[in-house]
């Protein structure tokens, strides 16, 4: 089978780290991409759950805002565990 060179851009840290931890397991980048590939065609998906954390979600950081402003302007007063439980 013909090989072909694939280029794509990743933060510099990143991949020193994906080198460290391939080399660790006794494998290359190119060898960790190739089995990655080779997953995500086989079941024809991410091989991962990608998710967004929902801490994040719009309802939630309106809701969050609100509370802020609440909290300093005085109008809401929350103990440590309603912020938690909120």
Known sequence: MAQVMVNFRMDDQLKKN???????????MTAAFTMFA????AEQRIPFDV??????????MERL???ITGVKNGTIQLTEHELIDN
């Open 18 to 28: 994906m080198e460290e931890t391939c080399r660790k397991m006794g494998i290359t």
């Open 38 to 41: 080779t997953k995500v065609v």
């Open 51 to 60: 998710a967004v954390d929902p801490f994040y979600t719009k309802a939630n």
């Open 65 to 67: 805002e609100k509370l």
